[in-house]
């Protein structure tokens, strides 16, 4: 994965602005898998590790997490596979955990989020405006969510067809 944020046009639309030491993702992995409040996989396309996806900052109390998806194999991109990735941990969320709502949020510009998410059942509930400068400018934070209810409808109109 370390390959994956060496590369610009990977990161353009991350948070983060530098290159990640394998030192660092290792620990960043360990954090993450002893983390009670976060799950996190890997996506595999063709027998190798293409992106990942997770549920983060799990609050049991009010039942809400937030989540995120990464491609950061470009060979792959364009193929649907963040869409289907955000729909099936939708499915996990929903189905086997309590949670009532899933946040999530893009960089104003990312096309592939933006469709990825909608296409999952997400929905713009606002944004943090010029919340950060890529690129000489600066854009605006997107900020996403999926009810349960929402998701249940969407799912109920899938079996219904």
């Known amino acids: 994965m370390i390959t994956w944020f060496e590369d610009q046009e990977v990161t353009a639309f991350m948070l983060i602005t530098s290159p990640m030491t394998l030192e660092a993702e290792r620990a960043w992995l360990q954090r993450t898998g002893d983390d009670p409040n976060q799950i996190l996989w890997?996506?595999?396309?063709?027998g190798r590790i293409v992106g990942t996806t997770a549920i983060a900052s799990i609050d049991w109390r009010n039942l809400n997490a937030t989540t995120g998806t990464l491609i950061g194999d470009k060979s792959v991109w364009g193929r649907g596979i963040a869409g289907e990735m955000m729909r099936l941990r939708a499915d996990y969320a929903f189905t086997q955990l309590p949670?009532?709502?899933?946040?999530?949020?893009?960089?104003?510009?990312n096309e592939a989020s933006r469709r990825a998410q909608m296409a999952a059942g997400y929905r713009e509930v606002g944004r943090r405006r010029e919340e950060f400068f890529r690129n000489g400018a600066w854009v605006d934070f997107v900020l996403t969510?999926?009810?349960?209810?929402?998701?249940?409808?969407?799912?109920?109109?899938?079996t219904d067809l």
């Open 42 to 46: 890997a996506i595999e396309h063709e």
């Open 99 to 109: 949670l009532h709502k899933l946040n999530s949020a893009y960089l104003d510009g």
């Open 145 to 158: 969510e999926l009810h349960r209810a929402d998701w249940e409808a969407r799912r109920q109109q899938h």
